[in-house]
């Protein structure tokens, strides 16, 4: 998949936006299209020390790379394309840099980590459903891969 362009928007979270409160909005791609995604490339460790300490090693390569976006799937022949495409539309749509008060994706990642610290204060009457780029939102089971 295409690099993360941080040159184009240097103060855009693309790791946060796509691993969300807990890692759920990562689990929830790979659950509803059962494909692995995996963040690559510089900046996809959190820890920076860390990050240069692996540089370099077998396995680590990638840190050489820009950041970058892998997605792997072990599926039927007559369905791994398709379910290859629906994962990167998801997360293209995913990680477009939008306007913050236009960013309804952020907002429903934000309540639900409101929610799962505790914390979450309802303002008015009901809120509504969640907003989410695939539709399977329920699952967060991480997608197994064959092998």
Do not use: W
């Not at 306007?99 to 990642?109: G, H, T, V």
């Not at 929610?115 to 329920?138: D, Y």
């Amino acid at each position: 998949m295409a690099g993360l362009d941080h040159k184009a928007a240097p103060q855009y979270n693309f790791v946060g936006r796509l691993l969300g409160p807990r890692g759920n909005s990562l689990k929830r791609v790979e659950a509803s299209t059962e494909c692995r995604v995996l963040i690559r490339g510089r900046g996809s460790i959190k820890d920076p020390g860390r990050e240069e300490m692996m540089r370099g090693k077998p396995g680590y390569e990638h840190l050489n790379e820009p950041l970058h976006i892998l997605i792997e799937a072990e599926l039927p022949v007559e369905i791994v394309d398709a379910r290859l495409m629906q994962a990167r539309g998801i997360l293209e749509d995913l990680l477009k840099p939008v306007d913050e008060s236009l960013d309804f994706f952020k907002k429903q990642q934000l309540r639900e980590l409101a929610m799962l610290n505790g914390t979450l204060r309802e303002e008015g009457a009901h809120t509504s459903p969640s907003v989410s780029p695939f539709h399977n939102s329920l699952s967060m089971k991480r997608a197994k891969t064959r092998g």
